[in-house]
């Protein structure tokens, strides 16, 4: 859960982008996340003391305001009054209560995901051999990874080479060391219909993960994790079982995506070596809609499916890969 320094600190960025906004769709689309971090800050402020909720109320940052003065000047504010007025028996107790509930992890209704629609032929990788497939689709052709048994016998019992389908599929891309060798791309296939499965176009995807550069790309990419929904979920639950380091290394990889976004609404996540941790700057995780630009192995940008958050869904942290390439 972000707190509320954090929540501060990314109310008073959205306020300086507001300011420097070039058009009315960025106004609006700052307005917008502004409303929403200030309904935050208030949520996560009247936290801190139930009785003084009330006191604690963020003004709404208007386009001449100072947005993180006023935060600050309601804080020294609120800090004068809790010394004034020491807590009677009852607020000790609600104020125990909510550090009990602020101890539980948060709810997110949110996680990492990258899906897709493409449209094409799925043809038999080697005549003789069903256990390997490509998917042609607009005269390019990508190899195809399924993860399920189902779908492996859906393939090999519905073959027809010559049949267009609507393929759901999740982006797979490798990356290799020299950034300037465009990354190897393939597809793992989720579902094949005569219709499209999901609310999206052909070529579409939706893609949430963090919005960053990394080293072994010229692009800034979205990278897409490993969900981690608990200590007994899937790839827990296969990792204590076969504590096999090269099945780990799977099991955690991250897929990173790479997006063309030329107005990106924050800015994408650049590691300094030169800085300390927290003089990085912000890692941002959002969610959007982008389009599959075939031939090129990138993404364009289409729009927001929500606002830009520092509140990261917990997530596998990727394993090191020990040979040549970096998944």
Not at 158 to 178: A, I, M, Q
Not at 264 to 276: D, G
């Amino acid at each position: 859960m972000v707190s509320i320094p954090d929540l501060e600190k990314n109310l008073a960025k959205m306020q300086q982008l507001l300011n420097a906004a070039q058009n009315e769709v960025q106004k609006k689309t700052f307005q917008d996340i502004i409303e929403n971090i200030t309904k935050q800050l208030e949520q996560e402020k009247s936290k801190l003391n139930p009785t003084k909720a009330e006191d604690l109320k963020v003004d709404k940052p208007s386009d001449k305001e100072t947005t993180f003065q006023s935060i600050q000047q309601s804080k020294t504010e609120t800090k004068k009054q809790t010394e004034s007025n020491p807590k009677s028996e009852s607020q000790k107790v609600a104020s125990s209560e909510v550090k009990e509930e602020e101890s539980l992890p948060p709810k997110q209704d949110y996680a990492f995901q990258g899906i897709g629609i493409l449209y094409g032929k799925i043809v038999r990788r080697y005549e003789d051999n069903d256990a390997y497939y490509n998917l042609i689709s607009e005269g390019k052709t990508y190899g195809l990874i399924y993860n399920s048994p189902k779908v492996k016998e859906f393939l090999r019992l519905d073959y027809n080479p010559d049949k267009d389908r609507y393929v759901t599929v999740y982006p797979y891309l490798t990356h290799f060391p020299n950034k300037n060798t465009p990354p190897k791309l393939a597809f793992t296939i989720i579902a094949a219909n005569d219709t499209p499965h999901l609310d999206l176009k052909v070529n579409e995807f939706k893609l949430s993960g963090l919005w960053q550069f990394i080293a072994v790309c010229k692009c800034p990419v979205i990278s897409i994790h490993r969900n981690r929904k608990g200590k007994d979920d899937r790839v827990s639950r296969l990792k204590k079982k076969f504590d096999n380091e090269k099945l780990n290394k799977k099991l955690t990889r991250a897929n990173h995506v790479p997006v063309l976004w030329r107005d990106a609404l924050v800015k994408p996540f650049r590691f300094n070596p030169k800085l300390e941790k927290d003089q990085q700057g912000s890692r941002y995780f959002v969610e959007i809609k982008a389009k599959f630009l075939p031939g090129r192995e990138q993404w364009g940008f289409m729009e927001l499916f929500g606002e830009p958050t520092l509140d990261v869904p917990k997530y596998y942290k990727p394993e090191k890969i020990s040979n040549s390439q970096v998944a």
